[in-house]
């Protein structure tokens, strides 16, 4: 049984572009969340997706933005990068009742 | 919104010591979990245990749901128990708020 599964691994931007990642749930989970982490930081909260729709954000600008497809699979889009949003975004994906949390093992975003 | 403490922020054991790893809430949560981050950057729940004790091996956790605060114990470390350890609470809602987390490193 195939867990969270992130793509790509690593992804190396220029400033000022825009990225897509990808991530695909656990089997039977039908909710994706979205973390940042920052070096030496834990992750923060960026966004929850349930039923195709936002259902919980966290404080990030409105670069940020995702989608939930029909597969529950989902995409988390930033534009206009900055440096600052170098980071490891982690996928976690959970059923709807919010318990059996479970991590994918990431995209390292580095924008120069 | 709840805000988590972890200590130490980095440790350093001798393979074989034990430890203790703290962690301090705001404000109640109603889910809490213990990770461990592998070099690779995977997430590993270690525990989920919004109150009482669990054990699994040579790790057990411990919450005191009054007091809002959680204690995570490696025992007979190994070098493979390297890493960071992070705590995290949910608070009626459905997201995480994650700790600084605690680097600990097991020498040989």
């Known amino acids: 049984d195939a867990g969270v599964t992130q793509s790509p691994t690593h992804l190396i931007k220029t400033r000022g572009q825009q990225v897509t990642l990808r991530c695909s749930p656990k089997?039977?989970?039908?909710?994706v969340s979205w973390y940042q982490q920052a070096l030496g930081q834990g992750p923060q909260f960026i966004f929850q997706?349930?039923?195709?729709?936002?259902?919980q954000r966290g404080n990030f600008p409105d670069r940020f933005s995702g989608h939930q497809f029909p597969n529950y699979s989902s995409e988390l889009n930033v534009n206009a990068l900055l440096l600052g949003d170098s980071a490891l975004y982690l996928c976690?994906?959970?059923?709807?009742?919010?318990?059996?949390?479970?991590f994918g093992s990431g995209t390292r975003l580095t924008v120069v | 919104g709840i805000q988590v403490e972890q200590s130490p922020p980095d440790l350093i054991l001798q393979e074989g010591a034990n430890s203790t790893l703290r962690c301090n809430f705001s404000?109640?949560?109603?889910?809490l979990q213990w990770f461990h981050q592998n070099p690779w950057g995977q997430l590993i729940n270690l525990f989920y245990?919004?109150?009482g004790t669990k054990q699994n091996g040579r790790l057990s956790a411990t919450t005191v749901a009054t007091e809002r605060y959680s204690l995570l114990y490696i025992s007979s470390s190994q070098t493979t128990d390297s890493g960071v350890y992070f705590c995290?609470?949910?608070?009626?809602?459905?997201?995480?708020?994650f700790g600084p987390g605690t680097r600990l490193s097991v020498l040989p």
């Open positions: 995290a609470g949910m608070n009626y809602g459905q997201n995480f708020v």
């Open positions: 089997s039977g989970h039908d909710t």
């Open positions: 976690a994906s959970s059923s709807g009742t919010g318990f059996g949390y479970t």
């Open positions: 997706y349930y039923e195709e729709e936002e259902r």
């Open positions: 245990i919004p109150s």
């Open positions: 404000d109640s949560v109603n889910n």
